[in-house]
């Protein structure tokens, strides 16, 4: 596949910003609540996070210097911007949210908003950025409603529930055979709506119904990831990794009782070291100390419960949260063991392109600080149509995998973009 010309940081023209933070007092409404209808940023969870709208400075990204390109652009960037911070926390002043392909050919983006709307801890603030030029006001936070989705058809994607088992179980082969040690598997269904997809919408419901995770939009790839790639904050390195899924059935004290079977699944615990070896090797050039805890706890989601691990390490260099990030992908969660064959077999036998499924996304500052999440449980809006949404979920597959089992997990994966499409 030929890539696109890789852009040239130095040579790009940034505008000169001006950018100011400050508190808000009285507003009650959710973030997501401030959306307008176009060009919806979002990374939110438990109510805290980010949104933003409008676009002061976009970088379009692809090939294998992507997270090089994009890091030297944001330098640049905020060398050349003028910062007024009367809120101080993190997230608030200069902030761009992003989003990667899964692999070198898929574009992703930097997009620097026009208004961003952020809340931690009881604080809300609101960053106007603009150009030096025309300088912005203040915003009215209005509370909008979004359109409901209304009638909508799922359909197979690039392959039907029964060829995906096929190929899962042909991987299983492969694995014992020798190849490869794990390998993630993921497949598409395509979303059809009657009208063009208010994407407010679903954003709600995700963040309403997933609140331990992060509801995310960028450029028109929404979702709620349990999967926290890599965060920095003030010297802290945080990573949530994930690996190994069981079922909810809705009956708590079943679910008590398979939880503590996840926990023992030799199958799972084995996926799950995989993600976090890759994890915790990728991190440790740039930490002076981590801290990789010994065994996964089992993380509650409404649809999934899955084996967690939380990597923390002490930064011992200036890698910003996005060249973490870089380091970290594809992590064996979203691609396998090891990666090269993992990637290569994806590849050959997935059938599909990812697009930003299983990138990562998320946000980051001026400082290097951020977070970035790895697009999970998400769909990306058709460019092209605005009523089609195309959903995906993957799985790790180890020697130990049930093809058939694994297409029920993928299942269980989609159910919250269905959930939040629906009425
Ligand atoms: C690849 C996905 O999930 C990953 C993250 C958590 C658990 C996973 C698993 O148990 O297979 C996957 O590695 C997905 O949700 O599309």
């Not at 969870?45 to 933003?52: A, E, S, T």
């Not at 990789?292 to 923390?312: C, G, I, K, Y």
Request: one cysteine or more; proline letters at 7%.
């Amino acid at each position: 596949m030929s890539l696109p010309d890789p852009v040239e940081p130095s040579r790009t023209a940034v505008p000169h910003l001006v950018v100011r933070s400050h508190p808000v007092e009285g507003v009650s409404a959710q973030l997501m609540d401030h959306l307008p209808a176009d060009g919806a940023l979002a990374w939110v969870r438990r109510g805290d996070g980010l949104v933003g709208w409008g676009v002061a400075a976009r970088l379009e990204v692809a090939g294998s210097n992507r997270f090089a390109d994009a890091q030297a652009w944001w330098k640049t960037l905020t060398a050349a911007a003028v910062v007024r911070d009367d809120v101080g926390a993190p997230g608030s002043g200069l902030v761009c949210f992003g989003s990667f392909g899964f692999t070198d050919a898929d574009p992703g983006e930097l997009v620097v908003p026009e208004i961003i709307v952020g809340r931690r801890g009881g604080t809300t603030w609101v960053t106007t950025v603009s150009p030096a030029s025309s300088l912005a006001a203040p915003p009215d936070l209005v509370v909008h409603e979004p359109e409901p989705v209304g009638e909508i058809a799922f359909a197979d994607g690039a392959r039907s529930g029964t060829a995906w088992s096929a190929i899962v179980a042909d991987a299983v082969k492969r694995i014992t055979g020798g190849e490869v040690d794990k390998v993630v598997l993921a497949r598409d269904l395509v979303a059809q709506a009657a009208r063009p997809i208010d994407l407010r919408w679903p954003l709600r419901r995700l963040a309403a119904a997933y609140p331990n995770c992060w509801t995310f939009s960028v450029d028109g790839l929404i979702g709620a990831t349990p999967e926290l790639l890599v965060r920095r904050e003030k010297g802290l390195i945080t990573s949530r990794v994930l690996a190994g899924t069981i079922r909810r059935t809705g009956d708590d004290a079943h679910d008590l009782a398979l939880a503590a079977s996840l926990a023992r699944s030799s199958k799972d615990l084995e996926e799950h070291e995989f993600a976090v070896r890759s994890v915790a090797d990728a991190l440790k050039p740039h930490c002076k100390s981590m801290n990789v805890p010994e065994t996964p706890f089992v993380l509650h989601l409404p649809n999934v419960m899955h084996l967690a691990s939380d990597v923390a390490g002490v930064a011992a260099n200036g890698a910003s949260a996005l060249g973490l990030a870089a380091a970290l992908h594809p992590s064996a969660a979203v691609c396998g063991t090891p990666t090269d064959v993992a990637r290569d077999l994806i590849n050959e036998i997935e059938g599909m392109s990812r697009g930003r499924y299983a990138g990562p996304v998320g946000w980051l500052d001026a400082s290097g600080d951020g977070e970035w999440g790895i697009a999970l449980r998400c769909g990306q809006a058709d460019p092209r149509d605005p009523a089609r949404m195309r959903l995906f979920a993957g799985c790790g597959i180890v020697a130990g995998s049930d093809p058939e089992a694994e297409l029920a997990e993928s299942n269980a994966k989609l159910v919250p973009m269905r959930d939040a499409l629906g009425d």
